[in-house]
């Protein structure tokens, strides 16, 4: 486990731990806190083109892909505190608990400079999140057939 006892609080204004998680950020808003990456500068590249057939290439998404195995293994005890929220060009995971976040933080920041340690958790990175191109026309197909029974009831 990370050890955070060496930073104080709050972690948003300590210039150690900010310095410590770097590329990563550390936010805090209403009492829930954040931690980001900017994936638009595609970061580990050559790890993310190792599965590259499988569409992954880098996103918010597949990092948070990667997190959610490195979270399962190495601290499980954190999955009820902690909560996803990529975007295509931003990986964000979010917690009420700060010290919980802090400790993934640090580990996760650490496993990302391992090559070894972060490939292998990274082959087993799930893919669920990609969307090929037949499943978003069959969805397109889905919503517009939806659309169009609503506007026939709607002029009955």
């Known amino acids: 486990m990370a050890d955070i006892s060496v930073f104080s609080k709050p972690y948003g ?9 770097e590329p ?8 829930k806190f954040a931690l980001s990456l900017n994936v638009a500068i595609r970061r580990k590249k050559k790890l993310f083109d190792t599965r590259a057939k499988e569409k992954f290439d880098g996103n918010g998404y597949d ?3 990667l997190a959610e195995v490195f979270i399962e293994e190495k601290m499980p005890e954190l999955k009820s505190t902690i ?5 295509r060009d ?7 608990d700060a010290d919980a976040l802090a400790k993934l933080a640090i580990a996760f920041k650490d496993a990302c400079e391992d090559d070894a340690l972060i490939l292998d958790l990274f082959s087993r990175a799930p893919t669920d999140h990609i969307l090929d191109d037949a499943t978003i026309k069959k969805a397109f197909e889905e919503m517009s057939k939806q659309i169009e029974e ?4 709607k002029h009955e």
């Open 13 to 21: 204004d300590n210039k150690d731990f900010r310095t410590r998680i």
């Open 24 to 31: 990563f950020l550390w936010s805090e808003r209403e009492g």
């Open 63 to 65: 990092w948070a892909s």
């Open 83 to 87: 909560e996803f929220d990529p975007e």
């Open 90 to 96: 931003m990986f964000c995971v979010c917690s009420p």
């Open 150 to 153: 609503e506007l026939r009831k």
